[in-house]
């Protein structure tokens, strides 16, 4: 299912849609053409978003790791203390980067309206490993950097019917992420698998 905030606008639906269905195609393994790794097949390899995602599981196993989420208490911490350091930052953390004079290892985003408003910014961010929720994927340049993971987009009336689904907590970020409300969460599942 393909959803869209009420502020995003009508006229751009279609490309919204193309969007993601391109996301939807390229996030199951399929063959692809590769300049970068000529592997075993020459110039074409195998892989989508999920893998990307699965090859990361256990990248920093032993090392301590800093889920940076937003807020006005972080105008009172020395961030530099976390330059060197394996980082997760959020939504709108990115306008912080050049104060603190470097960026998150990773940066993450979910929550849909705030990535419809942030969309173009996040397209041209560069410096952390960026991620998004799959059906965010209208929001973002069609050609992109990102990758993007699965969260089930349910209504929490969905959720809390069912109140054995609710809260969920992925231990594959590669396969299926499971919203909790806050994308807090999700870094706390992607911090998981790294």
Same mark, same amino acid.
């Given at each position: 299912m393909i959803y869209f905030s009420s502020r995003f606008p009508k006229w751009k639906y279609p490309l919204g849609y193309l969007k993601v269905?391109?996301?939807?195609?390229?996030?199951?393994?399929?063959?692809?053409?590769?300049?970068?790794?000529?592997?075993?097949?020459?110039?074409?390899?195998?892989? &989508?978003?999920?893998? !990307?995602?699965? %090859?990361?599981r256990d990248a920093h196993k032993g090392k301590r790791g800093f889920i940076i989420a937003n807020g006005p208490s972080l105008q009172d911490i020395d961030m530099s203390l976390l330059k060197d350091k394996i980082t997760i930052g959020?939504? &709108?953390?990115?306008? !912080?980067?050049? %104060?603190?004079?470097?960026?998150?290892?990773?940066?993450?985003?979910?929550?849909?309206?705030?990535?419809?408003?942030r969309g173009k910014e996040i397209s041209k961010l560069k410096g952390p490993k960026k991620f998004a929720a799959?059906?965010?994927?209208?929001?973002?340049?069609?050609?992109?950097?990102?990758?993007?993971?699965?969260?089930?987009k349910r209504t929490d009336a969905e959720y809390y019917a069912h109140s054995e689904l609710y809260p969920q907590f992925s231990k594959d970020f590669g396969s299926i992420v499971h919203l909790g409300s806050t994308v807090t969460y999700l870094m706390l599942e992607f911090a998981y698998h790294l």
């Open positions: 269905l391109k996301e939807h195609f390229k996030y199951f393994d399929h063959l692809k053409i590769d300049l970068k790794n000529p592997k075993k097949f020459g110039f074409l390899s195998l892989g &989508g978003y999920q893998s !990307e995602i699965s %090859k990361l959020c939504n &709108g953390i990115y306008k !912080e980067f050049e %104060k603190w004079g470097f960026h998150t290892t990773y940066y993450m985003t979910e929550d849909q309206e705030q990535t419809e408003l799959l059906h965010n994927a209208h929001a973002f340049d069609f050609f992109n950097d990102i990758t993007f993971f699965h969260v089930p």
